[in-house]
């Protein structure tokens, strides 16, 4: 089960070109809904992640986790997220948007309901870091009736076997954590990272992005050229503190980050395909 806009983007950007796509990641309502309307839709192309704000981001590392408290501090709901994708598609109907957050925020919420409130909006897909496959019957049920993708996480720890279950009723692409630990602290390691790949595409015939650790352009490009998608998001995260304490326009300066790292990931096979 897979979105049709998911689809497209892997077909279009991995198939026509060989290239690998772009995965960018923003907290939603951080500082505030407006600022963040004004990141995504300028967003360079590719995949839109979308955090939703929550209090315990148990897997997030420093930058990601104020920006929590910046969002909610704001007043930011699951609900107004909902409403900002759906703001979103008023101006663009092709990029898809995925959600990356927690299990509690879901559940209070209600799985039917979040699932075609979600569908509604215009999400393509999900990532809940703590919701494990021996635990998702529910969610996923409910995210299939609706046409969502669940997005599951494999990590450095996951063996053969741990694959093929994280690969079973998994949709979209599988999201490979390139470091141990949280959000932002370590570097990717390409050296790591290519043979992990080749496992998870072992378990999966499914396109896999690797995220956690990619600062860079530099480490971006050697990414791209070993998996289907590259995730950033502590980069873009600290440029939003960054702006808040210069008292800068945030949404500029996020944007030209972006727009460095997606170069890269677009350009890191070209002269592999010419």
């Known amino acids: 089960m897979t979105t049709a806009r998911l689809d497209t983007c892997f077909a279009q950007t991995n198939g026509r070109d060989g290239k690998a796509v772009f995965v960018g990641y923003v907290m939603a309502g951080d500082p505030d809904l407006e600022t963040t309307f004004q990141i995504l839709k300028d967003f360079p192309g590719g995949i839109i992640e979308l955090g939703l704000p929550f209090s315990d981001p148990m897997a997030e590392g420093p930058s990601i986790q104020r920006a929590a408290q910046r969002a909610l501090a704001a ?43 979600a569908a509604e909006a215009g999400v393509d897909g999900l990532i809940v870091v703590d919701c494990p496959p021996e635990e998702s019957a529910p969610l996923v049920e409910a995210l299939e009736a609706k046409n969502l993708s669940l997005i599951r996480l494999a990590t450095p720890t996951s063996d053969d076997a741990r694959l093929k279950v994280i690969a079973e009723r998994t949709s979209g692409f599988v999201y490979y954590v390139s470091v141990a630990g949280v959000t932002g602290v370590k570097e990717a390691q390409t050296a790591d990272v290519a043979p992990a790949v080749a496992r998870v595409r072992a378990a999966s015939s499914l396109p896999v992005a690797v995220g956690f650790g990619i600062r860079t352009p530099e480490r971006a490009a050697e990414i791209a050229r070993v998996a289907d998608a590259v995730v950033v998001g502590s980069a873009f995260v600290d440029e939003v503190a960054a702006a808040l304490e210069a008292n800068e326009p945030i949404a500029p300066r996020v944007l030209s980050r972006m727009h460095a790292l997606a170069d890269a990931v677009a350009l890191a096979r070209q002269s592999e395909n010419v």
């Open 75 to 117: 007043g930011t709901t699951t609900r107004d997220v909902l409403a900002l994708v759906r703001r979103l598609r008023q101006v663009n109907t092709e990029t898809p948007v995925v959600l990356m957050g927690y299990l509690s925020p879901i559940e209070s919420y209600g799985y039917d309901a979040f699932a075609a409130d």
